[in-house]
């Protein structure tokens, strides 16, 4: 899902709406609009009103949720690249190999995922990865261990291999966004006849058209802002690479 185009459709749901609402004023017999009857509109939209705000509560928390994995989940990942690294550094020189790799897999991994030149971010599913990571391990189960004291590294090696490899795929799930769609496609509709609802009674003059814009568009940057949330990659809030940076930065020392 895009960002700008979700807003950009929420913004023309709610905004248009007023205008429905006021070309509805316009048109609609006087006796459609006396107070009997915004009495009983203001009560419908009250209740519209009052599920939206639930709706927009569900999706921030699913959004702000699905953000907060990501980011505890790039912090673990990266402590166990160090850790990993660390192994590899007691088994001795036999393990240069595999420290150059895992090198090079958080070094591509860094750039695919944060591209430097703007591109969109490929993820952690890319198969370059699993490709990376397949060697990563090859590299450690290759190793040749002297004495009793490099099989216990060796072994440690491979079940930390395992884990960061759990670790990728438990953060790959949620790349494709976790809000669902029927949620933002019953809230714009019900943005559009709150909106509606507004303009029906609204005086037309150019203030209050100003005010149903600024309203139209601070709806729509709150909704963009929550599916920037949900797709850690893209947009404006993005998930900070400082973590793998700061691991990238610890390998072979």
């Known amino acids: 899902?895009?960002?700008?185009?979700?807003?950009?459709?929420?913004?023309?749901?709610?905004?248009?709406?007023?205008?429905?609402?006021?070309?509805?004023?316009?048109?609609?017999?006087?006796?459609?609009?006396?107070?009997?009857?915004?009495?009983?509109?203001?009560?419908?939209?009250?209740?519209?009103?009052?599920?939206?705000?639930?709706?927009?509560?569900?999706?921030?928390?699913?959004?702000?949720?699905?953000?907060d994995s990501q980011t505890s989940g790039f912090q673990q990942l990266s402590t166990n690249i160090i850790l990993l690294d660390r192994i590899l550094a007691h088994y001795g020189q036999g393990a240069n190999q595999a420290r150059e790799q895992l090198r090079r897999s958080v070094t591509a991994t860094i750039e695919r995922l944060w591209p430097a030149n703007g591109s969109p971010s490929s993820g952690l599913s890319d198969s370059r990865t699993t490709m990376d990571a397949g060697a990563l391990y090859a590299s450690i189960r290759n190793l040749s261990p002297q004495n009793e004291f490099q099989r216990s590294l060796q072994t440690r090696a491979l079940d930390m291999g395992a884990d960061l490899a759990r670790n990728r795929w438990q953060l790959s799930?949620?790349?494709?966004?976790?809000?669902?769609?029927?949620?933002?496609?019953?809230?714009?509709?019900?943005?559009?006849?709150?909106?509606?609802?507004?303009?029906?009674?609204?005086?037309?003059?150019?203030?209050?058209?100003?005010?149903?814009?600024?309203?139209?568009?601070?709806?729509a940057g709150a909704v963009c802002l929550i599916v920037d949330l949900d797709q850690p990659f893209e947009g404006l809030l993005r998930v900070s690479s400082a973590p793998l940076h700061s691991a990238l930065a610890q390998l072979g020392q």
């Open 1 to 67: 899902m895009n960002s700008a185009a979700i807003s950009a459709i929420v913004f023309v749901c709610a905004f248009g709406g007023s205008m429905v609402g006021i070309f509805l004023q316009r048109v609609l017999p006087e006796s459609h609009l006396r107070q009997e009857s915004k009495d009983v509109i203001n009560l419908g939209t009250g209740l519209i009103a009052t599920m939206a705000a639930l709706v927009l509560g569900l999706l921030v928390g699913a959004a702000k949720t699905s953000f």
């Open 173 to 219: 799930e949620p790349n494709d966004g976790s809000l669902p769609v029927p949620f933002l496609a019953v809230l714009a509709f019900w943005l559009f006849i709150l909106f509606t609802s507004f303009g029906l009674f609204a005086p037309q003059n150019g203030t209050v058209i100003a005010a149903l814009f600024v309203c139209a568009l601070s709806v």
